[in-house]
């Protein structure tokens, strides 16, 4: 994977508003851009950026539920064609802060449904029954410290503030 060439971005963010932002920040003007760009920017910080930048999207996203909820969350599962990003389910979790759980079903919509099917005709009883067939392929732990975390959400949002309502950059 080209991402793991380089240890980290580099300093370069990568915001996918190619049609706006949506959640939290719902601005619709905003535009895609890629900050921080130096002479010794290669490719492979680029791919990283981007990566990174599902990762500080998922932040965003976690921030307003906890801030809407009053609710903290204590680890992220996750599943989905993304998961199978080590790099990514890595950094999910030091920027999050909290363990990250790589669902054994990497594509697990369908077993929802499945398990929804059976709960409406009876083959579980509740949906505890259900949970206990839950298994975790691989849990990611968080490696940074939190000044580092900080530090580099701190850097996410100036370059979201550089690209709403499409500003200039």
């Known amino acids: 994977d080209i991402a793991m060439l380089v240890e980290d971005t580099g300093g370069v ?8 932002l949506g959640a939290p920040y719902w601005d619709m003007y905003a535009r895609g851009a890629i900050t921080g760009i130096t002479r010794s920017t290669t ?17 965003d996203l976690t921030q ?12 992220l599962r996750v599943d989905g064609g993304a998961s199978r990003n080590d790099l990514l389910m890595q950094f999910q979790s030091d920027i999050l802060g909290i363990p ?4 054994s079903y990497i594509e697990s ?8 099917a059976g709960l409406s005709t009876g083959m579980w009883e509740s949906g505890n029954e259900i949970k206990a ?16 975390r900080d530090g580099l ?7 979201v503030e550089r690209v709403k309502s499409g500003r200039n950059i």
């Open 13 to 20: 963010y990568l915001v996918p508003a190619f049609a706006g």
């Open 43 to 59: 490719k492979a910080h680029i791919v990283r950026a981007a990566l990174e930048g599902i990762a500080y999207q998922v932040k």
């Open 64 to 75: 307003a539920f906890e801030e809407t909820t009053g609710e903290m969350l204590t680890e």
């Open 100 to 103: 990250v759980n790589r669902s």
């Open 109 to 116: 919509t369908g077993m929802g449904a499945a398990f929804l």
């Open 133 to 148: 067939l839950r298994t975790s392929e691989r849990r990611f732990e968080p490696l940074i410290t939190q000044g580092k």
């Open 153 to 159: 959400y701190a850097g996410w949002l100036d370059a």
